[in-house]
């Protein structure tokens, strides 16, 4: 039998689950095992006893405001901040103890950081009620979370995270910017750029994780990814989601350009076994294989859509891929990957190629492909084998490349011609791959707008190409922010003008200190100084009218470090007061304190 008991509390639990409602700070718990006087080990000697043992457990609970409300977060935000708008905690704090239904909204600006930004498995939102992280809609910057080259980025292990409107940069060499191993998430409008492997990768959280903890149904929305390079130019894509991968990841309205290695990677490979199907749609990858100054780097497809001949299903639907290194379509051997309604232009190597190594079938389908070229020549792959039904490849909607005859023409001898294109101009010069402009830009609502680049006229056959259309991003209202009682005054006898503070008080000083908070007494619960719940022996509290009047006794104030200290009167209305009280070292000149404290 184990028994349970939380100190200061009449509630006793016994073998059961009933819940415990813990309070802000340290919880300490007094715990009896009784072993049950039958119970013998697995190899039947019995205890050296079977008497009650009892032990103390510590429970420390902290959380910034309650479900529904906003945790603000600034680039000099600290862990010693409330939260509110005007007193910000930092980004590792706010992510820590976000709680499902808050907001975290980061203030525009850079964050200089030095360690990975980590959502743990567990540390989750719920299907109703998400922890979002967002940009501060009002600012006039977004805010750039730059880690300095030094780490990973951000590792996203929960579930139900929503994520808007921020920068990712400057990830170490070899590590990620973003990796999603949870589930359930929403990255939306999300700028990774300049890291040292992949911007945005989706895969397991663990080694050991099996396909049960794979990440699943997440959502990449409206995201761009570019000028992302490992020293070797060998792994970094602008995106991925590739190895340990289960089913439902979306990729809709993103752009990858200029990335080291490939536009978007769904690479799998027989050791790990098949990856769910990813759907990938209203997307555009261009100039990968290049970087931005045109460095001729890495492999270079568009979107790359397999590995080592596994069956993956994986669909890319209306979307757009152009002046890429290598291939602008390629199946990468998977044997069945799923196109419609897309346009792939003057890649270097194949604009389309669906082929298979080693399985003896394919399932190839293909509805709508247009494949365009000017001023090159390079042939179509295809390379169908088994049971593959090849009308689902060569279909009348789908125009492929002929280079003896050099023009894109379906089954039926219908010819694309430049006139199906509002323009092909993709502003690159083909000496040294650089861009003068980019052409691909975004709408107010983050869905991407070509500019005219590759879209289709009224000459164009109207069952092929893509017609770039997308998913608007969310418009999320910023909450309230965390409730708070407002302080009245804070006084006492021996009290002087602090150098950071309204109120401070000289080392060692024996005073009392009283802090009147607009606030019922009723409600009060408890005191936390430095984030640490105080024993209420070192205070009192009374009601003076509908104010709370908290005493803090001479005996502590005295006992405290040179420093200043945050005070928080918690409520059991949800609402907090803070205030802060600088203790002064005894020595030095106070010359300039000396004056009456507010």
């Excluded at 730059?146 to 990973?152: G, H, I, L, P, S």
Aim: aromatic residues 10%.
């Amino acid at each position: 039998e184990i028994t349970t008991r939380l100190v200061g509390s009449e509630m006793c639990i016994r073998d059961s689950k009933k819940t415990i409602k813990l309070h802000g700070g340290a919880n300490y718990f007094v715990i009896t095992f009784t072993p049950d006087p039958n119970f013998k080990p697995l190899k039947g000697d019995a205890l050296t006893s079977y008497e009650p043992y009892t032990f103390e457990h510590v429970v420390t609970y902290k959380a910034i405001g309650e479900a529904g409300e906003a945790i603000w977060v600034a680039p000099d935000g600290t862990s010693q901040g409330s939260g509110y708008e005007s007193n910000p905690v930092d980004i590792y704090t706010a992510v820590k103890y976000a709680q499902p239904g808050q907001q975290i909204i980061l203030k525009g600006g850079k964050y200089s950081l030095s360690s990975t930004i980590k959502t743990e498995r567990g540390h989750s939102g719920t299907a109703d009620s998400n922890i979002v992280m967002m940009a501060d809609p009002n600012a006039t910057e977004r805010p750039v979370l730059d880690f300095n080259w030094t780490c990973a980025g951000m590792v996203l292990a929960g579930d139900y995270w929503y994520f808007k409107g921020f920068d990712v940069t400057h990830s170490a060499d070899a590590l990620k910017g973003v990796q999603v191993s949870g589930s359930h998430n929403v990255l939306d409008q999300i700028n990774t750029y300049h890291n040292g492997n992949t911007g945005i990768q989706i895969s397991r959280y663990l080694s050991s994780d099996t396909w049960d903890n794979w990440p699943s149904y997440n959502l990449i929305l409206n995201c761009t990814s570019y000028g992302n390079a490992d020293k070797g130019y060998e792994d970094a894509d602008g995106f991925a989601a590739k190895l340990t991968v289960a089913d439902g990841n979306v990729f809709d309205g993103c752009i990858s350009y200029n990335n080291a290695d490939d536009g978007w990677d769904l690479f799998a490979k027989v050791e790990t076994g098949s990856i769910g199907s990813v759907t990938l749609q209203n997307c555009v990858a261009y100039g990968n294989g290049y970087l931005e100054d045109g460095t001729n780097a890495g492999n270079g497809n568009g979107f790359k859509m397999g590995g080592d001949s596994l069956s993956g299903y994986h669909r890319l639907i209306n979307s757009v891929a152009y002046n890429n290194k290598a291939k602008g379509i390629d199946s990468n051997s998977c044997p069945d990957i799923q196109v419609t309604s897309s346009t792939t232009f003057n890649n270097e190597s194949y604009n389309v190629a669906f082929y298979t190594n080693t399985a003896a079938n394919t399932g190839f389908g293909a509805n709508g492909i247009l494949s365009y070229r000017k001023d090159t020549n390079v042939s179509e792959q295809f390379k169908a084998k088994g049971t593959q039904d090849e009308s689902k490849i060569y279909g009348d909607s789908n125009y492929y490349w002929d280079t003896t005859a050099q023009k894109s023409s379906n089954k039926s001898g219908a010819t694309v011609t430049d006139d199906w294109f509002e323009s092909v101009d993709t502003a690159m010069d083909h000496a040294t791959h650089v861009y003068a402009s980019h052409k691909v830009t975004r709408n107010a609502d983050n869905t991407i707008n070509m500019n005219g680049l590759l879209v289709l006229t009224d000459k164009a056959a109207a069952n092929t190409g893509a017609r770039m259309t997308g998913t608007p991003s969310a418009k999320i209202e910023v909450p309230e922010g965390i409730k708070g009682h407002k302080t009245i005054s804070i006084t006492g006898k021996d009290v002087v003008k602090g150098n950071t503070t309204d109120v401070a008080v000289i080392q060692g000083t024996s005073t009392d200190i009283v802090w009147t908070i607009d606030a019922d007494a009723s409600t009060f619960d408890y005191i936390m100084v430095d984030d640490v719940v105080l024993d209420a022996s070192k205070y009192t509290v009374v009601a003076n009218g509908n104010t709370t009047v908290v005493t803090f006794k001479a005996s502590y104030i005295k006992s405290l470090k040179a420093a200043e200290h945050t005070f928080r009167a918690c409520f059991t209305d949800g609402y907090i007061a803070e205030t802060k009280l600088e203790v002064l070292p005894k020595t030095g000149d106070f010359s300039r304190n000396m004056i009456a404290a507010v």
